[in-house]
């Protein structure tokens, strides 16, 4: 009995020892194989369960097993975005140190989508990643003009050099007609706006998200038909603190004229010639041949450009920081024009137990000094470089302003005495708060809320002196202050499900409700009769009814709101298969009751076919293939004018205050609509993504087709109704493309590296359908024609000069020659959007020297040069013109373009329509990095010198002085993109 008994402790101990080794702790450290350094912030988890961890500052981890596992069939997962993932059997091992190296695979670089962050690999949507050193130097007011040709797809045109001044922005082709084409904008989960971009730094971001799909948009609902770009701040990283320093000075010049216009003796020859308008005599003529003013160097000077942001990381386990402030200065090449800025960001995150808790926000102050541009008045400075004529200079011998010959606006006056200022003060920012449920493993529950607010304070002074105080204000000269605050907030909460059941599956489900309330007001006035040595209210005189100067004062302000319920389900199925489903129902404040509401949703799926058992044999080429395809829809609200408010934040006004004999009232200003709702787009996306040699080449394909419908255009109404139109939901709009980006490590050695990349798009634009049975709307020289691209032109053809008689000839629609002009006659000569662009880089670095170009391009659209036009009608000779005018048509028999001086004159033809292709070394950039031996004895991790250029050379045939011109027509007044050079260095401690 007794030796029963024995043997039963004993079976009971063994017993009690396996149990106890269920379970356990195990601990270890995770280090950075190339240096040996701890790694915080690596992901360790139990694999087939959802219990984990994550390394602490010096790599090190503690994880507890569950108590239901046997330890010897546990593995244990290590995983960081940018390292190789490891997989390690624990066996019965208490302690499991690892050495992780870098992984160059595509599929494993996180993507930020705004509501979500993912791996390249989990991904199904169309998604284009800019990351931040890309940009964050290059010397532009505005970030966005920086993304040229960064990422397939999306189209960005400077359309203005003037400091500060944001681009023009458009994702896969233009996608309404009346409706807005700006893609929404999100930073740290808060929309933003991007006529405000000049006073954010590009230093603080971390990455630029580029959704284009409808997998990736649909999230966005009824904001996200445009695409979004979705911007994240730094944050910062457990350790030591960082303090980082860059710094640049340079200098910017105006880039060539390619559209020349005549000299001194070429205008007075071609006056004398054609009458002499202003009677010059010999002794006239022998003064003025010995002036020659160039009046590009006139308004054309050199600006300068400096930059500096200084920031700090860091922080403990549990909280991180990151903070920065900088000072931008950028004077124009045009005087009196340039931005000053100053920005300052703070973010924190801490955690305690299961929250989580963090604010992300950055406080800018902007002054913007501009003037007039893309116009053709005579009053612009800017059009004076051409209109000027080249015998008068600004100023006569005595030292003051010239009064011109022609009579026009002494042009340099205008700009020196006359004051366009703005000031503004911008805040962005949002405070979250994340909590995991430890009564549901996988449960969390995250709200976050922040605002876009902007402040604006403008002056517009007249002196009485120039052409615009007398002729707009009498010779009273006038003064204008205006103030507009902007708010807008966006509150989002969201539980979010994440499980794993079995080792294969893994499902995500989330739902959001989102509520976003835009506000703006605006009061302004203006005041006349300026006397004194006062430029300000002070040197108003105080109007009355005798007098005549009675001020003029307005105001406004407008409000709007959305409110959405969205869900968003993940399913994984063994981390090769793919399935995302997203679905989203928006309310609008800016339509009526019955179309308030509107459904958004979509599917999207993905296959990792790199995974897949046929693959083994060529796994060593290609590392990581993937599938994918989606298809759904997303919606669009926004106006472009939104009545007269640029900022996207008015509503739909049916009434407005009116004025009439002194009394206040209401004025109906449109028919109510209440059938009037979104625009929406549906698109279907499919492509490749893949990797080869060991991750050294990545490449992804795409093909896309859009279709917009209910689009936003005028329904033409009976005159006895007393309004033209009423605005209504009709006609269609398709682009497809193809999209293509290619990136690789030519060369990969340790001590030389040569990396290309490539990004193209081709896209078609075509109208589908339009109002009912019509077939063509027509605005100007553009055409918009069911079967046709987008914005088409739509001008008689020229046909050059008759020889005998000197007359300009054109095509006729069957393309007989003629020399009657018919408007009849206008055809379809291309498109103003560009079917075909991109941009491509290279760089090479050898022993911390590093050299790095990049280009962009456009090719396949056309641009009317109105601004030539302008100069090429011998009407104008009061002003100066063409120098192609030394050629007109003089005698018979005369071979020549340019037609007789007294032939009728048409400037709606082919004459003045010009290839809008070109070629841009957008960015050249030479650096030098001291090597780590020389700065780590004083005490520093990183010491960088660098030179870059922007805008350095530019290929075109476009007679302008810059092809990226918005909307197909250079009205004229163009302030071209600035070709800047800066000098410049980085340091980190």
């Given at each position: 009995?007794?030796?029963?008994?024995?043997?039963?402790f004993?079976?009971?101990?063994?017993?009690?020892?396996?149990?106890?080794?269920?379970?356990?702790?195990?601990?270890?450290?995770?280090?950075e194989?190339?240096?040996?350094?701890g790694?915080?912030?690596?992901?360790?988890?139990?694999?087939?369960?959802?219990t984990?961890?994550?390394?602490?500052?010096?790599?090190?981890?503690?994880?507890?097993?569950?108590?239901?596992?046997n330890?010897?069939?546990?593995?244990?997962?290590?995983?960081?975005?940018?390292?190789?993932?490891?997989?390690?059997?624990?066996?019965?091992?208490?302690?499991?140190?690892?050495?992780?190296?870098?992984?160059?695979?595509?599929?494993?670089?996180?993507?930020?989508?705004?509501?979500?962050?993912?791996?390249?690999?989990?991904?199904?949507?169309?998604?284009?990643?800019?990351?931040?050193?890309?940009?964050?130097?290059v010397p532009?007011?505005?970030?966005?003009?920086?993304?040229?040709?960064?990422?397939?797809g999306?189209?960005?045109?400077?359309?203005?050099?003037?400091?500060?001044?944001?681009?023009?922005?458009?994702?896969?082709?233009?996608?309404?007609?009346?409706?807005?084409?700006?893609?929404?904008?999100?930073?740290d989960?808060?929309?933003i706006?991007?006529?405000?971009?000049?006073?954010?730094?590009?230093?603080d971001?971390?990455?630029?998200?580029?959704?284009?799909?409808?997998?990736?948009?649909?999230?966005?609902?009824?904001?996200?038909?445009?695409?979004?770009?979705?911007?994240?701040?730094?944050?910062?990283?457990?350790?030591?603190?960082?303090?980082?320093?860059?710094?640049?000075?340079?200098?910017?010049?105006?880039?060539?004229?390619r559209?020349?216009v005549?000299?001194?003796?070429?205008?007075?020859?071609?006056?004398?010639?054609?009458?002499?308008?202003?009677?010059?005599?010999?002794?006239?003529?022998?003064?003025?041949?010995?002036?020659?003013?160039?009046?590009?160097?006139?308004?054309?000077?050199?600006?300068?450009?400096?930059?500096?942001?200084?920031?700090?990381?860091?922080?403990?386990?549990?909280?991180?920081?990151?903070?920065?402030?900088?000072?931008?200065?950028?004077?124009?090449?045009?005087?009196?024009?340039?931005?000053?800025r100053?920005?300052?960001?703070?973010?924190?995150?801490?955690?305690?137990?299961?929250?989580?808790?963090?604010?992300n926000?950055?406080?800018?102050?902007s002054?913007f000094?501009?003037?007039?541009?893309?116009?053709?008045?005579?009053?612009?400075?800017?059009?004076?470089?051409?209109?000027?004529?080249?015998?008068e200079?600004?100023?006569?011998?005595?030292?003051?302003?010239?009064?011109?010959a022609?009579?026009?606006?002494?042009?340099?006056?205008?700009?020196?005495?006359?004051?366009?200022e703005?000031?503004?003060?911008?805040?962005?920012?949002?405070?979250?708060?994340?909590?995991?449920?430890?009564?549901?493993?996988?449960?969390?529950?995250?709200?976050?809320?922040?605002?876009?607010?902007?402040?604006?304070?403008?002056?517009?002074?007249?002196?009485?002196?120039?052409?615009?105080?007398?002729?707009?204000?009498g010779?009273s000269g006038?003064?204008?202050?205006?103030?507009?605050?902007?708010?807008?907030?966006?509150?989002?909460?969201s539980?979010?499900?994440?499980?794993?059941?079995?080792?294969?599956?893994?499902?995500t489900?989330?739902?959001?409700?989102?509520?976003v309330?835009?506000?703006?007001?605006?009061?302004?006035f203006?005041?006349y009769?300026?006397?004194?040595?006062?430029?300000?209210e002070?040197?108003?005189?105080?109007?009355?009814?005798?007098?005549?100067?009675?001020?003029?004062?307005?105001?406004?302000?407008t409000?709007?709101?959305?409110?959405?319920?969205?869900?968003?389900?993940?399913?994984?199925?063994?981390?090769?298969?793919?399935?995302?489903v997203?679905?989203?129902?928006?309310?609008?404040?800016?339509?009526?009751?019955?179309r308030?509401?509107?459904?958004?949703?979509?599917?999207?799926?993905?296959?990792?076919?790199?995974?897949?058992?046929?693959?083994e044999?060529?796994?060593?080429?290609?590392?990581?293939?993937?599938?994918?395809?989606?298809?759904?829809?997303?919606?669009?609200?926004?106006?472009?004018?939104?009545?007269?408010?640029p900022?996207?934040?008015?509503?739909?006004?049916?009434?407005?205050?009116?004025?009439?004999a002194?009394?206040?009232?209401?004025?109906?200003?449109?028919?109510?609509?209440?059938?009037?709702?979104?625009?929406?787009?549906?698109?279907?996306?499919?492509?490749?993504?893949?990797?080869?040699?060991?991750?050294?080449?990545?490449?992804?394909?795409?093909?896309y087709?859009?279709?917009?419908?209910?689009?936003?255009?005028?329904?033409?109404?009976?005159?006895?109704?007393?309004?033209?139109e009423?605005?209504?939901?009709?006609?269609?709009?398709?682009?497809?493309?193809?999209?293509?980006?290619?990136?690789?490590?030519?060369?990969?050695?340790?001590?030389?590296?040569?990396?290309?990349?490539?990004?193209?798009?081709?896209?078609?634009?075509?109208?589908?359908?339009?109002?009912?049975?019509e077939?063509?709307?027509?605005?100007?020289?553009?055409?918009?024609?069911?079967?046709?691209?987008v914005?088409?032109?739509?001008?008689?053809?020229?046909?050059?000069?008759?020889?005998?008689?000197?007359?300009?000839?054109?095509?006729?629609?069957?393309?007989?020659?003629?020399?009657?002009y018919?408007?009849?006659?206008?055809?379809i000569?291309?498109?103003?959007?560009?079917?075909?662009?991109?941009?491509?880089?290279?760089s090479?670095?050898?022993?911390?020297?590093?050299?790095s170009?990049?280009?962009?391009?456009?090719?396949?659209?056309?641009?009317?040069?109105?601004?030539?036009?302008?100069?090429?009608?011998?009407?104008?000779?009061?002003?100066?013109?063409?120098?192609?005018?030394v050629?007109?048509?003089?005698?018979?028999?005369?071979?020549?373009?340019?037609?007789?001086?007294?032939?009728?004159?048409?400037q709606?033809?082919?004459?003045?329509?010009?290839?809008?292709?070109?070629?841009?070394?957008?960015?050249?950039?030479v650096?030098?990095?001291?090597?780590?031996?020389?700065?780590?004895?004083?005490?520093?991790?990183?010491i960088?010198?660098?030179?870059?250029?922007?805008?350095?050379?530019?290929?075109?045939?476009?007679?302008g002085?810059?092809?990226?011109?918005?909307?197909?027509?250079?009205?004229?007044s163009?302030?071209p993109?600035?070709?800047?050079?800066?000098?410049?260095?980085?340091?980190?401690?």
């Amino acid at each position: 009995m007794r030796k029963i008994l024995l043997l039963n402790f004993a079976f009971m101990l063994c017993l009690l020892h396996q149990v106890l080794a269920q379970g356990g702790t195990v601990t270890g450290r995770v280090i950075e194989q190339e240096t040996g350094e701890g790694l915080p912030g690596v992901s360790v988890i139990v694999k087939g369960t959802s219990t984990g961890t994550s390394t602490g500052v010096d790599g090190g981890y503690s994880l507890t097993i569950p108590a239901n596992l046997n330890p010897a069939n546990v593995t244990l997962v290590f995983r960081q975005i940018g390292m190789a993932t490891q997989e390690i059997a624990l066996g019965n091992r208490s302690t499991v140190n690892v050495s992780m190296s870098t992984d160059l695979k595509q599929l494993q670089e996180v993507v930020v989508t705004g509501y979500t962050t993912q791996t390249q690999r989990e991904v199904v949507g169309s998604v284009s990643t800019v990351k931040a050193e890309e940009i964050k130097q290059v010397p532009v007011g505005s970030f966005d003009q920086a993304l040229q040709g960064r990422a397939p797809g999306i189209l960005v045109q400077a359309n203005s050099g003037q400091p500060g001044a944001a681009a023009n922005v458009v994702i896969r082709g233009k996608g309404s007609v009346l409706g807005s084409n700006e893609p929404l904008y999100v930073m740290d989960g808060v929309q933003i706006s991007a006529s405000d971009f000049a006073t954010l730094n590009p230093s603080d971001f971390e990455s630029l998200t580029i959704l284009k799909d409808a997998s990736a948009t649909s999230i966005y609902g009824s904001r996200g038909a445009n695409g979004v770009v979705v911007i994240t701040t730094k944050r910062g990283l457990a350790g030591a603190t960082r303090i980082t320093y860059d710094g640049q000075y340079g200098f910017s010049r105006a880039p060539e004229n390619r559209l020349e216009v005549m000299t001194t003796n070429q205008k007075l020859d071609y006056e004398l010639a054609n009458g002499n308008p202003f009677e010059w005599t010999d002794q006239d003529l022998a003064r003025l041949r010995q002036v020659n003013t160039n009046w590009q160097d006139v308004f054309f000077k050199t600006g300068y450009t400096q930059n500096h942001t200084i920031s700090a990381s860091g922080g403990s386990e549990k909280t991180t920081f990151f903070l920065s402030g900088s000072i931008f200065d950028q004077t124009g090449t045009v005087p009196n024009t340039g931005l000053e800025r100053i920005t300052g960001r703070a973010n924190v995150e801490s955690s305690a137990g299961d929250f989580t808790f963090g604010i992300n926000s950055t406080f800018g102050v902007s002054d913007f000094n501009n003037t007039t541009e893309a116009n053709s008045s005579i009053s612009s400075p800017l059009n004076a470089i051409r209109w000027s004529n080249p015998y008068e200079t600004p100023f006569d011998e005595d030292g003051n302003y010239t009064q011109l010959a022609s009579g026009q606006p002494n042009a340099l006056q205008e700009l020196l005495e006359n004051r366009n200022e703005r000031k503004q003060l911008k805040g962005v920012g949002n405070v979250y708060v994340n909590y995991k449920a430890p009564f549901l493993e996988g449960l969390t529950l995250r709200t976050t809320w922040g605002g876009d607010f902007t402040s604006n304070e403008t002056v517009e002074y007249v002196d009485p002196t120039t052409a615009s105080g007398q002729f707009s204000t009498g010779g009273s000269g006038s003064f204008g202050r205006g103030y507009n605050r902007i708010f807008r907030y966006t509150g989002t909460t969201s539980a979010a499900y994440e499980t794993q059941f079995g080792e294969d599956h893994k499902l995500t489900v989330a739902l959001f409700n989102e509520v976003v309330n835009s506000m703006y007001k605006g009061f302004d006035f203006t005041g006349y009769g300026l006397g004194g040595a006062f430029q300000n209210e002070a040197g108003i005189t105080p109007g009355n009814a005798s007098n005549g100067y009675i001020p003029a004062v307005n105001g406004n302000g407008t409000e709007n709101a959305l409110l959405s319920y969205f869900t968003n389900i993940n399913y994984g199925f063994k981390d090769r298969y793919f399935l995302t489903v997203g679905a989203r129902r928006d309310g609008s404040s800016r339509f009526g009751a019955d179309r308030r509401f509107a459904n958004f949703g979509s599917v999207g799926f993905s296959w990792i076919v790199s995974d897949e058992a046929f693959m083994e044999g060529i796994s060593d080429v290609f590392n990581d293939v993937k599938f994918k395809a989606s298809y759904g829809s997303a919606g669009n609200q926004v106006l472009l004018d939104e009545f007269g408010d640029p900022l996207d934040f008015a509503s739909r006004e049916l009434f407005r205050r009116s004025v009439y004999a002194g009394v206040s009232g209401l004025a109906q200003v449109q028919l109510a609509n209440p059938e009037l709702q979104w625009e929406r787009k549906t698109t279907f996306n499919t492509g490749l993504e893949l990797t080869a040699l060991n991750g050294r080449v990545g490449a992804t394909v795409e093909y896309y087709n859009s279709v917009t419908s209910d689009l936003f255009l005028n329904r033409q109404l009976s005159r006895t109704t007393g309004y033209e139109e009423l605005l209504s939901n009709v006609g269609e709009l398709q682009n497809r493309g193809i999209e293509l980006a290619l990136t690789g490590d030519i060369i990969s050695g340790t001590d030389f590296t040569w990396a290309v990349n490539v990004s193209l798009t081709h896209n078609q634009s075509r109208v589908k359908s339009l109002l009912g049975d019509e077939q063509e709307i027509i605005e100007d020289v553009f055409i918009n024609r069911v079967g046709e691209p987008v914005n088409s032109l739509y001008v008689v053809r020229y046909a050059g000069v008759n020889p005998d008689n000197g007359n300009p000839q054109y095509l006729t629609k069957e393309g007989d020659v003629t020399e009657v002009y018919d408007p009849n006659d206008r055809v379809i000569v291309g498109t103003a959007e560009a079917p075909f662009f991109g941009g491509f880089g290279t760089s090479l670095n050898f022993k911390g020297i590093e050299v790095s170009s990049f280009f962009s391009f456009v090719e396949g659209n056309v641009l009317y040069n109105n601004d030539r036009a302008n100069v090429e009608n011998p009407a104008y000779l009061f002003d100066n013109i063409s120098a192609d005018l030394v050629n007109e048509w003089r005698i018979p028999g005369q071979i020549t373009m340019i037609p007789s001086p007294n032939a009728p004159f048409e400037q709606n033809t082919t004459r003045f329509v010009e290839d809008g292709d070109f070629l841009r070394l957008r960015n050249l950039t030479v650096s030098y990095a001291l090597p780590k031996q020389w700065i780590n004895t004083i005490g520093l991790t990183n010491i960088r010198l660098f030179a870059q250029g922007q805008n350095l050379v530019t290929w075109t045939k476009f007679r302008g002085f810059d092809p990226e011109v918005t909307g197909g027509s250079l009205v004229g007044s163009q302030y071209p993109a600035l070709r800047t050079v800066t000098f410049g260095v980085n340091v980190a401690l």
